[in-house]
């Protein structure tokens, strides 16, 4: 299962994404937005990053404007490694290296196409540990 939770800045985008996962055969949370009322990015990423956590989802999907208030909150979080994404080679490293448990991307940024190539690049790929846990352990070691 994926969570998913977007401001008013990516509202439409959250949906063709959440409408091309369920497309896919996967099961999706949505945390909102529901409409394109104004709410604040970092609401969003509390909502979204307090599911990844809970261990019940594969990753977490979060999405404004331009990708970049909500990621910064987000790895405000403790055990959250999010990763602001605007290309698929970049979607598929945040996996593979960073082991990144939560994307962001743009809605202003990115058109749905893109979005969802990058989206998919970022699930086909896996993290492949060795010297890049190491690395993990001390990003996560910085939040004490
Ligand atoms: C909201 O207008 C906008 O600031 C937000 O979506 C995002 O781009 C912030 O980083």
Sequence with gaps: ???IGSDHGAFELKGCL??????????VYDCGVFDT?????????????EKVKSGD?????????????????????DGI?????NNAYSAEKARQHN????????GRV??????????????NASFEGGRHQNRIDKIHALEK
């Design 81 to 85: 490694r999010c990763a602001l994404v």
């Design 110 to 123: 990115l058109g749905p196409d893109l979005a969802i190539n990058i989206l998919d690049a970022f699930m």
């Design 18 to 27: 959440v409408k091309y996962l369920e497309s896919k055969g996967q099961e």
């Design 37 to 49: 009322g104004s709410v604040d990015y970092p609401d969003i990423a509390q909502k979204v990053c």
């Design 1 to 3: 299962m994926i969570v």
């Design 57 to 77: 989802y594969e990753f977490g999907i979060v999405l404004c404007g331009t990708g970049i208030g909500i990621s910064i909150a987000a790895n405000k979080i």
């Design 99 to 106: 082991n990144a448990n939560v994307i962001a991307m743009g």
